[in-house]
């Protein structure tokens, strides 16, 4: 549960590092493409592929790397708090994503096993 946890955090402050490499936005939300919501919802397949056991500890860890990135590198402003509510809705791709892709790596051991 840790390493699902720490794994996605670190993925997703790194969502955030390079979202004006790929978006030329300082906040990946404020992009006109989908990069916030699939690399979101590709963080979660791949946290669901690695530790399919832990689908909520790969959304809380998410979260964790996005409020560490903010803490540490945007300014402090009166939507500070209101930018972390919508990161809880914006996060939820996420946990599709871990719960996708741990039910599919389920059936497909299932079916290799046969």
Known sequence: ????????????????????????????WDSRGYYYLISLFFTGLFMGIVKPEHPYSA???????????????LKFGPLFFVGY???????L?????????????KYLLKLLKK
């Open 1 to 28: 549960m840790l390493f699902s946890f720490l794994t996605s955090s670190l993925l997703g402050f790194l969502i955030w590092l390079g979202s004006f490499d790929f978006t030329g936005e300082l906040e990946p």
């Open 59 to 73: 959304y809380f860890g998410v979260i964790f790397g996005q409020i560490a990135y903010g803490i540490l590198f």
């Open 85 to 91: 509510i919508f990161m809880l809705v914006y996060s």
């Open 93 to 105: 791709p996420t946990i599709f994503g871990a719960i996708t892709s741990a039910y599919a790596k």
